[in-house]
């Protein structure tokens, strides 16, 4: 499958963007979608994940409360609202998608967009 991220963009602290991975080439309902973000200088650290069905999902401690994800499967395409933002979020975030459940260990997703920049400002 083929994932392209989007929805990246400058904001201010306190401020909200909605990021879009559009999947292709393959059933994209068989799969569990990870985003992921990585800071300069820092590793690719796990943010969210949804079920295939989008029933069950899974936040880092570090945005519960503040990110959601979700999907729609008829437009194949998933998605991660993002509020109340601060300078810390700011990073390249990467879309992934996995067979099976969902979990935050980087290595166990196939397949990878290419990542969209999310800058937020103090």
């Known amino acids: 499958v083929q994932l392209q991220a989007s929805g990246g963009g400058l904001v201010q602290a306190g401020g909200s963007l909605r990021l879009s991975c559009a999947a292709s080439?393959?059933?994209?309902?068989?799969?569990?979608v990870g985003w992921f973000r990585q800071a300069p200088g820092k590793e690719r650290d796990y943010v969210a994940g949804?079920?295939?069905?989008?029933?069950?999902?899974s936040y880092a401690d570090s945005v519960k409360g503040r990110f959601t994800i979700s999907r729609d499967n008829a437009e194949n395409t998933a998605y991660l609202q993002m509020n109340s933002l601060k300078p810390e979020d700011t990073a390249v975030y990467y879309c992934?998608?996995?067979?099976?459940?969902?979990?935050?260990?980087?290595?166990?997703?196939?397949?990878w967009g290419h990542g969209t920049l999310v800058t937020v400002s103090s």
């Open positions: 992934a998608a996995k067979r099976g459940v969902i979990g935050g260990l980087r290595s166990a997703y196939e397949y």
């Open positions: 949804i079920t295939w069905s989008g029933l069950g999902t």
């Open positions: 080439g393959r059933t994209f309902s068989d799969y569990a």
